[in-house]
């Protein structure tokens, strides 16, 4: 991983020199800018809390918001998907969006151009962390929108991942960080608050091919597959079990949280398949989450898989659909991998 320059890099230079090296075309610099720009809008709610009133669930009391998830929406799920959807609507780089907290997707209205790009979005993701003042994030994909296509409807999104053209996370923590990738290595920048602008603060993040450290939600333990159940005891036995090294454990419960610790210092992080979200396919979302989260790490060194099957080929089959999650140091998650298609 080598560390930003002294010569002080924005996102928008960054983008510029990526467009002159023929990395990315006007369009997809300009949808970029703007989700960023959405993101630091995103940044100033998520600071303020209480202050701006945007703690709690949405909806009235008694009748909180429900979103296609089936999960209580909070005012700031709420909140960022309105920042996302407005920024996004005008620009013409776009010709439809959906986002993680709508049932369906949106093409962009007939009042403004339509670009040919498709964005999908998890506004707010680790929402549960938010009132009690822990990181949450943002996290988006981008697709291109099927040539001949001109209203585009939830099935013209249902590409693998990899068809992404560019996928990126903003986690708001003790600094907001925006993560990205446009297919050319995964770059890290850190909103300068001062300035109002990213800076390019990681050329090239690199994840560390093996690992002494693994995030999961414990408490699934019983509801784990026999394979997961085995991986996880070995890892707990430690230098005296099969792995013969001793392992730690970090679980934030914000997915943008837990993969950015784990693109800065390595890890593998899962979410498997258990007997409570097996009839779902799994607990996280393919496109908002699994997806661009996979792209990311895969351009950063890692891998990631369903624990049979690398991500991003999972043939998607419906918008918000979930799978099971393993991705992170590249040898940890084949070793896992290792573990489920023994027990295939
Ligand atoms: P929310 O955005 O609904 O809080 O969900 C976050 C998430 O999808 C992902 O970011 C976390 O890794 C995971 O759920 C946490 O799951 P547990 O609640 O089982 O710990
Ligand atoms: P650091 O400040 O050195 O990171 O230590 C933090 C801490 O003392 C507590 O804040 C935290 O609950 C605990 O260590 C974590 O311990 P472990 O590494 O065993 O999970």
């Not at 049932?103 to 009690?132: A, E, K, M, T």
């Not at 800076?199 to 026999?226: C, G, H, K, Y």
Request: charged share 20%; hydrophobic share 40%; proline share 6%.
């Amino acid at each position: 991983m080598s560390p930003a320059t002294s010569d002080p890099i924005s996102l928008t230079r960054f983008l510029i020199e990526e467009k002159r090296a023929g990395r990315i075309n006007p369009e997809l610099r300009l949808l970029i800018e703007v989700v960023a720009r959405a993101c630091k809008r995103i940044s100033v709610a998520v600071g303020k809390g209480a202050l701006g009133g945007v703690l709690g669930d949405a909806g009235s009391p008694g009748a909180a918001s429900i979103n296609i998830q089936g999960e209580a929406q909070k005012k700031l799920d709420v909140l960022s998907n309105e920042i996302l959807l407005e920024a996004n609507a005008w620009g013409g780089h776009l010709a439809a969006l959906a986002s993680e907290e709508m049932d369906h997707s949106q093409p962009i209205p007939d009042v403004h151009p339509r670009g040919n790009y498709l964005l999908l979005f998890d506004p707010l993701d680790g929402s549960s962390n938010i009132d009690v003042n822990v990181s949450v994030g943002t996290i988006f994909s981008v697709l291109r929108c099927p040539e001949g296509v001109t209203t585009p409807a939830d099935e013209h999104f249902l590409q693998p991942g990899t068809a992404q053209v560019a996928a990126g996370y903003c986690v708001y923590g003790p600094q907001t960080t925006l993560v990205l990738t446009v297919g050319h290595g995964t770059h890290a920048f850190t909103l300068d608050r001062e300035v109002g602008s990213f800076m390019l603060t990681v050329r090239d993040m690199r994840i560390p091919e093996d690992t002494r450290e693994f995030a999961v939600n414990a408490s699934n333990q019983r509801f784990w597959e026999p394979p997961m159940q085995a991986y996880v005891g070995d890892l707990l036995a430690g230098k005296d079990g099969p792995r013969g090294k001793d392992f730690n454990m970090r679980w934030i419960a914000s997915m943008v949280a837990d993969v950015h610790r784990i693109l800065t210092r390595g890890g593998i992080f899962s979410y498997p398949l258990d007997s409570k979200c097996a009839s779902k396919g799994g607990k996280l979302r393919l496109m908002y989450e699994a997806n661009p989260m996979s792209f990311l790490v895969e351009q950063a060194g890692g891998a990631a898989s369903t624990g049979r099957q690398r991500l991003l080929e999972v043939q998607p089959t419906g918008l918000h659909q979930r799978v099971p999650v393993f991705l992170g140091s590249k040898r940890e998650v084949e070793v896992a991998v290792r573990y489920h298609l023994a027990h295939a």
